[in-house]
C-alpha cells in the first residue's frame, strides 16, 4: 500500500489490537467512515485510490460509479479482496477486483447507464492498513441518460445522505477547479448536514486542466470562498495515464512537481497533493484514537488493579518445588478450617447477603424445623384419645375398674417418647447433610489439585459420616433413658390428684391470661418474628388470579401490606383461635400452600372462611409454619367428634384424666428434648468435625505419604495461572502502548470557525411527479435528508445478499444502507 503516514499510526494500534486479542478482549477504537462526494468525472474514485494506494476501482468518462461501493479496510496477515456476493472466493489480483465491480454493477443496473442503491461490499485485508470503512458514491447528476430514471438526481442524494448523515463520518467535498466553486453540490450536501464544518474537508481536483493564466490559489489559501477546514489541492491521473498503466507512485512524483513548479501553487506546495491529505486524515484518526483512550486506559488499568495480587502470587509459584508444594497444602488446609468455621460460627467480613450460609441454615433447623416435627407428632387428637381409650380397658380386662389405672398412663406415654425416634432421627440428617454441604464448599476452593480435593472429601465425608453414628447412637440413648423411668414426681408433672381439674385451671389460666393481655398487647404486638412475601391463593380467583403481598407475622397479628415498604396496610388479622392445616398441591402449581383457618368457624377475612397462603419452595413454607407455631397457631388436631362414643361416663372421664397427664408429661419430654437434641448435636457432631478439619485433617493427608502427589495441579489450574499471568503482561503491554501512542502523536486543534453562508444549503421542497403522465418532471433543488418514497412501481426484488434491487421501472428506489455497515 502507498499510503505512508497511515503506516506510522499502523504498528501502535496492531500493537495494541494483538495485546488485547491475545487475552480475548477486542479494541473499541471505532474508527470514522469516509465518503468521497462529487458531481460526475470530478475524480472521487482517484482521490480514493490514491488514499488507499491501490489501483482497483472502474475509470471512464460518464457515470462510472453506479453503485456504491462501501470498502472495507481489515487489517489481516495477507493481501487480499473479497466481495460479499462472492463469498468465500478470495481476490488476490486487484485488476480481477475492478473487473468484478463492473461486472456486479452491470448484473443489478444494467449496461445503459442505469443506476442503484444497493452496495456492493468490499473487504480488503492487508498488513498495511487500519481498520477504516471508505465509501465510493455515484457523482451527482441533473440530467438522466439511459435508462436512468427521471428523478435521478434525488436518488443518487438520498444515496449519498445516506451515508455523510452519520456522525462518524469524515467528508471529502470534492469539487474539480474548472467548475465554479460557489455552485458545488457537494459543498451543499456537506453544509446540510455538518454546517459547523467539523468533518468535512475540501478537496479540489483536476488544477491541471485549468485555463491558461487562470489559478485556484485563492480558493486554496482558503481566502475565497473558506471552509473550515480548507481545501486541499490534489492532481490526479488522465485516463491517458490510466490507460497507459502510469502506476500511483509515478502519479504521487508528477503531482509533487506540479505544485513545486507551478508559480502560484509553489508556496503552498507542501500544503498541497496526495501525501499531504493522506497526512491529514490520518491525523483525524490520531484525534479519533486520542479522544477514545482516557476511557479505554481507565478500564484497562481497573482490570489490572483486579488481577495485581493473583499474578503476583501466580508469578512467584513453582509447581514442581516439593517445599512449594508442602506449603501451598499446609495454607490450604489451614484456609479450609479457617473457611469451615466462618460458615458455622459466622463472620463479619465478606458477609453473604444472598443465601444463608451453614451455620444460619443448622440454626434455623435447631429453632424452626426440630419444633415444628414434635408439633406434628400430637396433632391427630382423636387418634390418642381412641389409644388412651383401649388401654384403660385392656388393662382391665374382663373386670370393671374403679380407679384410672397408672399402667395405661405409662404405657401412652412410653409410646408417645418412642414415636421421638423419628423426628429427632430426621433431626440428625438434616443437620449431617448441611455440614456435608458446607464442607462441599469450602472444599470446593481446592479445584486447583484435584487429588487433594478427593482425598479431603473422602477423609472429611468419613469423619462427619463416624460422628453422626456416634451422635445418633446417643441421641437413641437419651430417648431410651426417657423410656427407661417415667418420673411422675417432676416439679412441672400435674400429677394424678390435679388431672381431674386441669380442665378448669387450663380455663382460669386463659381467663388470666386474656386479662393480662390487656395489659401487654401492646408490648407483644410490636414484636415482629416474621417478615416475607406470600401469595394469597383463594381470594384473588375471581379477581384476576392470585396476589402476592408483603406479611408481617408478630405475636398478636398476621398483617399484610401492597409491598415490602410498609406503608398501604391492607388488613391485620388477629391470631386468637386460628389454626393451620396443609393444602394439597394444585396441578400443574410451582407453589407450596397452607392455609389459616378459625376454630370458632368465623371468618378470617371478609366473606373467606380460610385464608390459602402460598410460598416457592418446601423449605419457605416450613419456616413460615414454624414462626406462626412461635407465635401461637398450631396445626389442626383432628377433634373427638369422630372418636368412638362412650357409652360409659366413668370410662369417659379415665380417658380424660389420663389424657391430662399425658399432655402434662409430654410437655415436659418436648422441653427436655428440644432443649437437650442441638446441645447434643453441636457437641459430638459441628464441633467435632470443626476440631477435626482444624488439627487431624493435615495429619491424616501426610498420613497418605502422597504429599507431593496430592499437590498436582489440575490442567484447568495450570490453564487458569497461564491465562492471569498472559493476561496481566498483556494488560501492561496495552498500557505502555497506550502511553505511547499519547507520546508520539499529537492531537490537531480544531480550526476556528468560518463564514460559509456563501454555501446556499440544499432546498427541502420536492418537485411534484406523476407515475402516468409522460410530461417531463420539473426539477428544484435537491432533498437534503434522506427519505423512502411510496413505491409507485412493482416491488423490488430481493438479492442474494438480502438487500433491495430496484425493478425495472424507472422509478425512485429507496436509500438503502446495509445493516452490518451501519454500525462501521
Known amino acids: 500500500m502507498g499510503n505512508r503516514g497511515m503506516e506510522e499510526l499502523i504498528p501502535l494500534v496492531n500493537r495494541l489490537q494483538d495485546a488485547l486479542s491475545s487475552v480475548g478482549q477486542s479494541c473499541t477504537l471505532h474508527l470514522p467512515q469516509i465518503a468521497v462526494v462529487g458531481g460526475q468525472s470530478a475524480g472521487k474514485s482517484s482521490v480514493l485510490e490514491n488514499f488507499v494506494g491501490r489501483d482497483f476501482l472502474p475509470r471512464g468518462s460518464g457515470v462510472v460509479t453506479r453503485r456504491p461501493l462501501i470498502l472495507q479496510l481489515l487489517s489481516g496477515n495477507s493481501e487480499h479482496g473479497e466481495f460479499l456476493h462472492c463469498k468465500g472466493k478470495k481476490f488476490t489480483d486487484f485488476d480481477e477486483i475492478r473487473k468484478e465491480i463492473e461486472v456486479e454493477t452491470c448484473r443489478v443496473t444494467g449496461s445503459n447507464k442505469g443506476i442503484s442503491p444497493v452496495p456492493i461490499n468490499l473487504r480488503i485485508y492487508s498488513p498495511h492498513v487500519l481498520n477504516l470503512t471508505l465509501v465510493d458514491l455515484p457523482g451527482i447528476t441533473k440530467v438522466p441518460v439511459g435508462d436512468q430514471p427521471a428523478d435521478i438526481e434525488y436518488q443518487i442524494r438520498d444515496m449519498i445522505m445516506q451515508y455523510i448523515c452519520k456522525e462518524n463520518c469524515l467528508i471529502l467535498a470534492v469539487t474539480p477547479a474548472n467548475t465554479d466553486l460557489a455552485n458545488s453540490d457537494a459543498l451543499k450536501l456537506a453544509k446540510d448536514v455538518d454546517p459547523q464544518g467539523q468533518r468535512t474537508i475540501g478537496v479540489i481536483t483536476k488544477l491541471d486542466l485549468m485555463d491558461e493564466g487562470t489559478d485556484a490559489r485563492e480558493i486554496l489559501e482558503n481566502r475565497l470562498l473558506p471552509l473550515r477546514r ?68 481507565s478500564h484497562l488499568q481497573s482490570q489490572l488493579l483486579a488481577l495485581n495480587k493473583e499474578a503476583e502470587e501466580y508469578r512467584q509459584y513453582s509447581p514442581d518445588d516439593p517445599a512449594r508444594r508442602t506449603k501451598t497444602m499446609l495454607q490450604l488446609v489451614q484456609r479450609l478450617a479457617v473457611d469451615f468455621e466462618k460458615l ?13 450460609s451453614g451455620g444460619a441454615k443448622i440454626n434455623r433447623i435447631f429453632h424452626e424445623r426440630f419444633p415444628y416435627e414434635l408439633v406434628k407428632l400430637e396433632s391427630d387428637e382423636r387418634k390418642l384419645r381412641q389409644e388412651i381409650n383401649y ?4 388393662i382391665h380386662g374382663v373386670r370393671t375398674g374403679l380407679f384410672t389405672p397408672d399402667m395405661a398412663f405409662e404405657a401412652i406415654v412410653k409410646k408417645q417418647v418412642s414415636r421421638l425416634k423419628g423426628p429427632c432421627t430426621k433431626f440428625v440428617d438434616m443437620v449431617s447433610q448441611e455440614l456435608l454441604s458446607t464442607v462441599h464448599q469450602c472444599i470446593g476452593k481446592l479445584s486447583s489439585f484435584p487429588k487433594l480435593q478427593e482425598e479431603t472429601e473422602r477423609i472429611v465425608t468419613t469423619e462427619i ?28 408433672f400435674i400429677g394424678f390428684t390435679n388431672a381431674q381439674h386441669a380442665h378448669n385451671q387450663n380455663n382460669k389460666k386463659n381467663a388470666a391470661a386474656m386479662a393480662g393481655n390487656q395489659g401487654v398487647g401492646l408490648l407483644s404486638s410490636l414484636i415482629v418474628i416474621r417478615k416475607g412475601w406470600l401469595t394469597i391463593s383463594n381470594i384473588g380467583i375471581m379477581k384476576g388470579g392470585a396476589k402476592e403481598y408483603w406479611f408481617i407475622l408478630t405475636a398478636e397479628s398476621l398483617s399484610w401490606f401492597k409491598d415490602d415498604e410498609e406503608k398501604e396496610k391492607k388488613y391485620m388479622l388477629p391470631l386468637d383461635n386460628l389454626k393451620l392445616r396443609d393444602v394439597e398441591k394444585g396441578f400443574m402449581s410451582s407453589k407450596f400452600v397452607f392455609a389459616i383457618f378459625n376454630t370458632e368457624l368465623r371468618n378470617v377475612y371478609k366473606d373467606y372462611k380460610c385464608l390459602e397462603l402460598a410460598c416457592d419452595s418446601q423449605e419457605e413454607l416450613d ?17 373427638g367428634n369422630g372418636a368412638e362414643n362412650f357409652s360409659d361416663p366413668q370410662l369417659e372421664r379415665q380417658v380424660e384424666t389420663i389424657r391430662n397427664l399425658v399432655d402434662s408429661y409430654m410437655t415436659i419430654i418436648y422441653k427436655t428434648v428440644k432443649d437437650l437434641m442441638p446441645k447434643t448435636i453441636m457437641h459430638l457432631m ?33 490453564k487458569h495461572r497461564e491465562e492471569v499471568l498472559c493476561k496481566h503482561a498483556a494488560l501492561k503491554e496495552a498500557l505502555t502502548v497506550i502511553g505511547k501512542i499519547s507520546t508520539s502523536t499529537c492531537t490537531t486543534p480544531m480550526p476556528p470557525p468560518v463564514d460559509s453562508s456563501w454555501i446556499q444549503p440544499s432546498s427541502n421542497t420536492l418537485p411534484k411527479k406523476s407515475a402516468t403522465s409522460g410530461k417531463p418532471v420539473a426539477r428544484g433543488h435537491a432533498p437534503s435528508v434522506p427519505r423512502v418514497p411510496a413505491h409507485t412501481g412493482p416491488t423490488a426484488a430481493q438479492s442474494v445478499d438480502g438487500l433491495q434491487q430496484p425493478a425495472g421501472q424507472p422509478t425512485r428506489a429507496p436509500p438503502s444502507v446495509p445493516r452490518h455497515c451501519q454500525s462501521l
Open 230 to 297: 480548507g481545501y486541499i489541492g490534489v492532481v490526479n491521473r488522465s485516463q491517458k495515464d490510466i490507460d497507459g498503466k502510469k502506476d500511483i507512485k509515478a502519479a504521487l512524483l508528477a503531482e509533487q512537481k506540479f505544485f513545486l513548479s507551478h508559480p502560484a501553487y509553489k508556496h503552498m506546495a507542501e500544503n498541497m497533493g496526495t501525501p499531504y491529505l493522506q497526512r491529514i486524515l490520518n491525523q483525524q484518526l490520531t484525534n479519533h484514537i486520542r479522544d477514545t483512550l482516557p476511557a479505554f486506559r
Open 344 to 356: 458455622i460460627e459466622g463472620s463479619g467480613d465478606k458477609v453473604d447477603t444472598v443465601n444463608l
Open 391 to 394: 388401654a384403660i380397658r385392656n
Open 465 to 492: 459420616q463416624e460422628q453422626e453414628s456416634k451422635c445418633r447412637d446417643q441421641i437413641m440413648l437419651l430417648i431410651d433413658i426417657q423410656l427407661a423411668y417415667i418420673n411422675t414426681k417432676h416439679e412441672d
Open 623 to 639: 419456616s413460615w409454619k414454624a414462626s406462626l407455631l412461635q407465635a401461637g397457631v398450631y396445626p389442626e388436631k383432628v377433634t
Open 686 to 718: 459441628i464441633n467435632s468435625v470443626k476440631e477435626f478439619i482444624s488439627s487431624e485433617l493435615l495429619a491424616q493427608l501426610y498420613a497418605l505419604g502422597e504429599c507431593s502427589a496430592l499437590m498436582d495441579e489440575s490442567p484447568e489450574q495450570q
